[in-house]
């Protein structure tokens, strides 16, 4: 297995038209490094998603890949996103759906399915799978490929609480067998404190908090510190979703 890749993001800047929505963004992600964007709707959380996804081309600035040491490399980064959306298709099975644009890796795709619990619903459709079932299809999809960078955007939101909780569990478990660096947009700050190692605020004036977990996970939701963590994040998310909505 290859060593987790980094990023580098440089005054990376970003408009629609004669809207901003990233402005100088200037941020180091370590190799490995679980990092998670909290901020109202508008700021240009997703939108920093599809561009280290190659989706989108920033207007301004640049983004670099970093080695084990932190270092600038010409590695080749493979980067993969998960949405909202399992974003399966109906008319195949959900082993189709997990080689989808794949050659001879069937077998990765069964032992992935199976990491995620469902190694006996290959040949069933998505019609008959669980909203859970379905983003778990989903996310062994996205790791068939084995991106150096796992992007996550809002993943879990359309899921019921127990089974988003799963999934998370589900997340952590897979990730602790093969490190990777993973950006995961959500506005979920429990789900965010629980997964990450970095919790970045970004806000209309850039990242305005940038809070560092050193806890151990699996961490225990009713901890003390994460509790503080989480009035001080929501009152940071409470105070930028004001100023955006102040004229």
Do not use: C
Not at 34 to 59: C, H, N
Not at 117 to 139: F, I, M, Y
């Amino acid at each position: 297995m290859t060593a987790p890749v980094g990023l580098e993001l440089l005054d990376l800047g970003h408009r629609y038209r004669d809207k901003v929505v990233l402005r100088d963004l200037a941020l180091r992600i370590a190799p490995g490094e679980f990092v998670t964007f909290l901020g109202p709707s508008g700021v240009g959380k997703s939108t920093l998603l599809r561009i280290l996804a190659g989706l989108e081309t920033p207007s301004t600035g640049s983004v670099r890949p970093l080695d084990a040491a932190e270092h600038a490399t010409s590695q080749n980064v493979v980067s993969r996103m998960m949405f909202q959306e399992d974003r399966l298709l109906p008319w195949r099975s959900v082993l189709d759906n997990v080689t989808l644009g794949t050659r001879g890796r069937g077998q990765r795709a069964r032992e992935l399915l199976h990491a995620v619990g469902l190694s006996e619903r290959e040949r069933d459709w998505p019609a008959e799978l669980s909203g859970g079932q379905r983003q778990r299809v989903a996310l062994a999809r996205a790791l068939l490929h084995q991106p150096d960078i796992l992007l996550l955007d809002e993943p879990f939101g359309a899921l019921d609480a127990i089974t988003r909780v799963t999934m998370q569990q589900l997340l952590e478990r897979v990730l602790a067998e093969r490190p990777r660096t993973v950006l995961l947009v959500t506005h979920d700050i429990e789900e965010a404190l629980v997964l990450s190692d970095r919790v970045l605020l970004l806000t209309q004036a850039g990242i305005t908090r940038d809070l560092r977990i050193p806890q151990t996970r699996p961490r225990h939701r009713g901890d003390a510190q994460l509790a503080a963590w989480k009035e001080e994040l929501l009152d940071g998310l409470l105070d930028a979703d004001s100023a955006l909505t102040t004229p």
